[in-house]
């Protein structure tokens, strides 16, 4: 999926901050443009899968900084 080429980098960035909460919302805009683009329901139930897997293990690992 070349759109996750673009939003990858950004999401990472924004998360070594650790600021979950532009995070989350950036990652929420970023699958609202990817649906008002045109998607397939099938990818973006895997993005959103992938996306709730990547945000468990994001809040698991920043530990007790939140």
Not at 19 to 42: E, H, R, W
Request: with cysteine.
């Amino acid at each position: 999926m070349p759109f996750w080429i673009i939003v990858v980098p950004f999401v990472v960035l924004i998360a070594r901050e650790p600021d979950l909460g532009t995070t989350s919302v950036v990652v929420l805009i970023a699958l609202a443009l990817f649906y008002v683009a045109g998607c397939n329901i099938l990818h973006l139930g895997m993005a959103l899968a992938g996306g709730i897997a990547g945000g468990a293990m994001l809040v698991m690992s920043t530990g007790t900084y939140r």
